[in-house]
């Protein structure tokens, strides 16, 4: 089978590394062909060319980056888009893939054009309510007219995505539901598959010998992240636990974070904090190494079509996780894996500083290993190689069925 996979997500990314090449890889490993057309920073992809040549080696992988620039400037992303548009159309007409698979919005913009001018079917990988999220979180200002428009216009876009595309894959039961409600799709037509992460790469060994109680947070601040959320349960977390540290896999450096969290009314010291900013590969170190993980997203609409990543890191190191209930299907999968505690998203401070309390005291004493077996179940990547396998298969037939 070929694949013309388009992401506007780059594989030279740190998400494009843990998210998109080992499901590539993998399928690549059950005999699928990909050509790539990625948006790669211009500064990362001259640094990790040589990198991901290599780990696409002897695979039926190849890459067409496309420049997007750096800042993401519009002028930038426009002539991106318009030279991967061009790129995967001619891709589709000359290689003739069996189906075209898009991750995200700016992704499924190309497919749409390059699945009409060659006829080929297209998978759209919805990643999450885009649209809502910018809207939501403050960075559409929905107050203003410019803001309602862009609002409306991406909704209207979102719906195309959905109708055109052959099938749909999210990433949660959530989204699925209110894509099916809408009859955007039926029934069948719509897969989910959350974020995964490959457990085979993971040890779940914890330190022993005294040290302190950690927290661990990965990745960035802002946006969709409910960052005052965090500092209250590393709050809560200190008190819990005199001397306890804020274990953060970051880009952002220790001085940042103590202005940050004090703009939030929090008041935090640099010695409180472990900030480092590592490779993936070593992710999982740090995670192995700590108490417990957290992951907090604002409330709306848009977080119930969110995965979160670090929680699928954590969980694969039998790390007990402290999220809450609007972040995706994490209730349901907390549950199921035994995996953690699930704030409730209307809650006062002090009940909530009670739950997170006594869910710490016994975090120390909770079975790694059997969170990590129930956990691989649910997030490993073998689990969403088989459901593109099993999407990329349904398109293959529907298509020859109807050719």
């Known amino acids: 089978m070929k ?19 080992p499901y590539i890889k993998s399928l690549a490993a059950r005999g699928v062909e990909f050509k790539v057309v990625s948006f790669e920073s211009s500064g990362q ?9 290599l780990a696409c080696e002897g695979l039926p992988i190849e890459c067409f980056p496309v420049n997007r620039g750096e800042g993401h400037s519009r002028l930038a992303l426009a002539g991106a888009l318009f030279k991967a548009v061009k790129l ?11 189906l075209i698979h898009c991750r995200n919005a700016l992704a499924a913009e190309c497919a749409m ?44 876009r979102e719906r195309k995505y959905l109708v055109r595309s052959s099938l749909t894959n999210c990433l949660t039961n959530k989204a699925r539901d209110w894509i099916v409600s809408h009859g955007y799709k039926g029934d069948d037509e719509v897969v ?4 995964c992460v490959d457990f085979s790469e993971t040890t779940p060994q914890a330190e022993k010998g005294a040290r302190p109680f950690t927290c661990v947070y990965v990745g960035s601040m802002g946006g969709v992240y409910d960052d005052s959320r965090l500092f209250r349960v590393f709050t809560a977390a200190k008190e819990a636990f005199p001397g306890a540290r804020l274990r953060m896999l970051t880009s952002r450096t220790p001085a940042e974070i103590v202005d940050f969290a004090g703009r939030l009314g929090f008041g935090l010291d640099e010695q409180e904090l472990e900030v480092m900013r590592v490779p993936h590969h070593e992710v999982f170190r740090w995670i192995r190494s700590a108490d417990v993980g957290l992951s907090f997203c604002k409330p709306g609409f848009f977080a ?9 890191e954590y969980l694969s190191q039998g790390l007990p996780v402290i ?16 995996g953690g505690l699930v704030l409730p998203d209307h809650i006062s401070v ?16 909770m079975d790694r290993e059997r969170i990590r077996a129930l956990s691989r179940r649910l997030l490993d990547v073998s689990v969403a190689t088989s459901n593109y396998q099993r999407a990329y298969e349904a398109i293959s037939n529907r298509s020859n069925h109807d050719g």
């Open 304 to 312: 119930t079509g969110v995965s979160s990543t670090k929680i699928g």
């Open 45 to 53: 992809f001259a640094e990790r060319r040589s990198q991901l040549r």
């Open 113 to 156: 054009v390059a699945s009409s001018a060659s006829g080929i079917p297209y998978l759209f990988d919805m990643r999450g309510f885009w649209g809502d999220a910018r809207k939501e979180t403050g960075q559409w200002n929905h107050s203003t007219l410019r803001g309602r428009l862009v609002y409306r216009f991406w909704k209207s």
């Open 350 to 365: 002090e009940a909530e500083k009670e739950k997170v309390r006594a869910f710490l005291v016994d975090a120390r004493a």
């Open 3 to 21: 694949v013309l996979y388009i992401t506007y997500t780059g594989l030279s990314d740190n998400l494009g590394s843990s998210q998109i090449l």
């Open 192 to 195: 989910v598959t959350p974020c």
């Open 323 to 338: 999220s809450n209930e609007g972040l995706g299907d994490v209730s349901e999968i907390l549950a199921e894996t035994e």
């Open 88 to 98: 995967s159309v001619n891709l589709a007409r000359t290689w003739r893939p069996d």
